[in-house]
């Protein structure tokens, strides 16, 4: 073998041996067969990008700790069932990742009890966690985000939890599309998304006869708005707070400091509250919490309790909203709270309409923009203003 022939061959072999070093490992765990999903996780390099293939119902508790650039795979009919036994003393779930970068889990059904365990935990900093096509049943919550994790959720149902279907803390961020978050049972208390100190972008997900549809407190950030960072935004955009079962009480609460920032898909509530009206209503602004309503993205109607309210020390703001045939109040500030009635350039009037009070503030409270207003045939109002400020210096 001349030098030329020589110097070719080590090429190949340089070749051969790159491709073995960047090629992603692929198994296939058959639970059907007696075999183990966490066993086979524990025999793979963490730090190597693998795919994981799984057939058949796997009664486990499947953990996913430390890993990076990792797939699981649900073959047709791929289950995560929970096991009879506990689920040991630390916090778990029956799909717990932890500490984890870049994991897809996706294809699978998962069912779990209601008072043990989330269907789905992910924490501990965790981050690029994607979930897609899942069809979650059950759980303490669906999916618990937590620990300033990152996670990704699309084509995903959520249904029938203990309390939510989807729960974020600690700092975490979490972006939803093309999903379905609903309760069947007609029981108390559940919430489609409760957020806590935390921070959720959604579009195109509809979330169905939940007591309350999205429950943001302690400085949480919901943002109503499109995005295309996992998927091409095609068919309804629209975030649907869907109550025909007449068990909601509020479509959205946010208080202590948090926001909702309806700004760039709508947010569509229907028939929410209860009839003796209260605080239950379409959205609860509260105890210093603010909302930005813009371009006619926000749409409660039939509202069976209120349609927006700003109480204690908060305020609304928006723009070419409808607020129409409610019960009772159709914008409700009160507690030294205020909503503002605002215009953009080419915007379209606030539709009020149909309410039994359109317009309701207390004495210590303000409605400003009434000339941006359309529709109002009931107010009780002392400080309602045409303009957005009193008369400036």
Not at 252 to 276: C, E, F, H, M, W
Not at 318 to 343: F, Q
Not at 348 to 376: A, E, H, W, Y
Request: hydrophobic share 40%.
């Amino acid at each position: 073998m001349n030098w030329i022939s020589r110097g070719i061959l080590v090429v190949w072999i340089l070749v051969a041996l790159a491709a073995a070093e960047t090629s992603t490992p692929s198994v296939t765990v058959d639970c059907n067969k007696g075999q183990s999903l966490n066993s086979t996780l524990a025999k793979l390099n963490k730090q190597a990008l693998s795919t994981v293939s799984v057939n058949g119902t796997c009664t486990e508790y499947v953990q996913v700790i430390g890993f990076e650039g990792l797939t699981l795979q649900g073959l047709p009919g791929a289950t995560l069932l929970q096991p009879s036994s506990g689920a040991g003393s630390l916090f778990n779930s029956l799909l717990f990742i932890e500490s984890s970068k870049s994991v897809t889990v996706t294809g699978f059904s998962i069912q779990a009890d209601t008072v043990t365990v989330p269907a789905v935990g992910i924490g501990h900093g965790s981050s690029d966690i994607r979930l897609r096509n899942l069809n979650i049943q059950g759980g303490t919550s669906g999916i618990a985000v937590f620990e300033n994790s990152q996670v990704s959720v699309a084509y995903v149902t959520a249904q029938d939890p203990g309390y939510s279907t989807l729960g974020i803390y600690d700092s975490s961020d979490v972006h939803v599309e093309h999903s379905l978050f609903q309760d069947s049972t007609g029981a108390l208390w559940h919430a489609g998304i409760d957020i806590g100190a935390s921070h959720v972008t959604m579009y195109g997900t509809t979330i169905s006869n939940m007591q309350v549809g999205i429950n943001g407190h302690s400085s949480a950030i919901v943002d109503v708005l499109t995005f295309d960072t996992y998927y091409a935004i095609s068919g309804s955009t629209d975030v649907v707070i869907d109550n025909s079962a007449g068990t909601n009480y509020n479509g959205v609460i946010i208080d202590t400091g948090g926001s909702l920032n309806v700004t760039g898909a709508r947010l569509v509530i229907t028939k929410p509250g209860q009839t003796y009206g209260g605080t239950t209503g379409g959205v609860l602004i509260s105890d210093g919490a603010s909302m930005t309503a813009s371009n006619g993205y926000l749409v409660i109607t039939s509202s069976n309790g209120q349609g927006v309210m700003a109480l204690n020390n908060s305020h609304a703001t928006m723009v070419g909203a409808t607020v129409t045939a409610g019960s009772h109040g159709g914008l409700v500030a009160a507690n030294l709270s205020s909503i503002d009635a605002s215009a953009s350039t080419g915007s379209t009037l606030s539709l009020v309409s149909g309410n039994i009070m359109d317009l309701f503030c207390d004495p210590d409270s303000t409605i400003t923009g009434s000339v941006n207003l359309t529709g109002v045939r009931t107010a009780q109002c002392t400080n309602l203003l045409a303009g957005e400020t009193v008369t400036l210096p």
